[in-house]
Every structure is written in C-alpha cells, then in structure tokens.
T-cell receptor, first 114, second 114 residues
Framework: NAGVTQTPKFQVLKTGQSMTLQCAQD?????MSWYRQDPGMGLRLIHY???????DQGEVPNGYNVSRSTTEDFPLRLLSAAPSQTSVYFC?????????????FGSGTRLTVV | AQSVTQLGSHVSVSEGALVLLRCNYS??????LFWYVQYPNQGLQLLLK??????LVKGINGFEAEFKKSETSFHLTKPSAHMSDAAEYFC????????????FGTGTLLAVQP
C-alpha cells in the first residue's frame, strides 16, 4: 500500500516554464487536495477535488491548474512558473462524507523557480 | 468560513517538561479538528483528531488534546517532552459540510532543549 505518491521530489524551473506535479493515491479516496507550504504561513490550499471530474479552487489558486480524470490521480500544473511559486508542494487525500477522516499526505515536491 | 489560529510560532521546552501548543478555531458548524506533526524535510503525519466522540483525544507518541467548545480551543499537550518531539506542529480544521476542506494554522515549531 503506497499511500500518496508525489513526483518529482525536487525540481528547478526557469521563470516562464511550465510543468506538472504528479500525485497518485491507491486508497480509493474521494477527496484530494494540493497545498503549498511556505515559512511562517503554514499550508495553504491551492485546489481540491471531491471526486473524479470535480475540482474547485482553494485560497491560492492563481497560476495553477488541476484536473481529476480518475479517482487515483490529481496532477497540478504550473502554467508559467514565477519565483513566487518557489515552495514545497504537498498532495493529500481522504475519504469523503461525515466521518471526520484525516487526510493522508505525500512526501512533498520541493520546487525552486529561478 | 472556518479557520484556526496557533498562538506562538516558536515554543521551546526542556527535555522532561510539559509541552503545551495552543490552537483556537473558528467554525459556524461542528468542526472536525486535527493535529499534524512534520519532522524536518518530511511530509505531515496525523497525531490525533477530534470528531465529537470524546472531548479528550489521545494520539500517538504520548500526545493528547482537549476540545473545549466554550473556549473554541483544541490545545495539544504532552506531559514530558522528549528530544525526538522536536518538529513543527500544525492544527487544522475540517468542515463537516459538503466540501470537507482541511484548513491549517500557521504552525508551531517546537524545540526541545537537553
């Protein structure tokens, strides 16, 4: 049982380049989310999905795009990288419903935009 | 909108001393509350969660938290700190509504002095 798998672990981009951060889970979780972590700001929600084909914006969605074509995968696309997007990105997944389930996190992608 | 506030971005304790990390929440509906721990260069690990079953919640590694509705608090405690407890701790609130978004506080970095 791999849990939540994120690739790559590290990435350096030049300003203006685009890339996709991959996230896959094998727990049949309905809910998936992307967060960015910056010093002193905690984890901020970028985009989230409540099921295949359904996505919505979090608190910091600008410059990012997502899609959810399958239950397992939730890629995050950076359309035109900017230095302000230098951060650590975490993908997380959870069961839905009213059970108060916790989210399971991936190990993160450390992105530097130069 | 739901939110959490963590008082104290840095907390330092001596080994063997009480650990108290503060979290206050804001929620218009009954909340689910979580504490996560992040060790250096790692992802987030669930310490414990409150889902309305019991107000005193016990988690891993000897941590516990008490839900106090009158104070809108969910403080994390451990009777005796260990060097291995040094990490960053995040409080989070999850909506019991349809979106189930998980919203984090800004984190508290715990240092344990020998």
């Amino acid at each position: 049982n791999a849990g939540v798998t994120q690739t790559p672990k590290f990435q350096v981009l030049k300003t203006g380049q685009s890339m996709t951060l991959q996230c896959a889970q094998d727990m049949n979780h309905e809910y998936m989310s992307w967060y960015r972590q910056d010093p002193g700001m905690g984890l901020r929600l970028i985009h989230y999905s409540v099921g295949a084909g359904i996505t919505d914006q979090g608190e910091v969605p600008n410059g990012y795009n997502v899609s959810r074509s399958t239950t397992e995968d939730f890629p995050l696309r950076l359309l035109s990288a900017a230095p302000s997007q230098t951060s650590v990105y975490f993908c997380a997944s959870s069961y839905g419903g009213t059970g108060g389930y916790g989210y399971t996190f991936g190990s993160g992608t450390r992105l530097t935009v130069v | 909108a739901q939110s959490v506030t963590q008082l104290g971005s840095h907390v330092s304790v001596s080994e063997g001393a009480l650990v108290l990390l503060r979290c206050n929440y804001s929620s218009s509906v009954p909340p689910y509350l979580f504490w996560y721990v992040q060790y250096p260069n790692q992802g987030l690990q669930l310490l414990l969660k409150y889902t309305s079953a019991a107000t005193l919640v016990k988690g891993i590694n000897g941590f516990e938290a008490e839900f106090k509705k009158s104070e809108t608090s969910f403080h994390l405690t451990k009777p005796s700190a260990h060097m291995s407890d040094a990490a960053e701790y995040f409080c989070a609130v999850r909506s019991s509504g349809a979106t189930n978004k998980l919203i984090f506080g800004t984190g508290t970095l715990l240092a344990v002095q020998p």
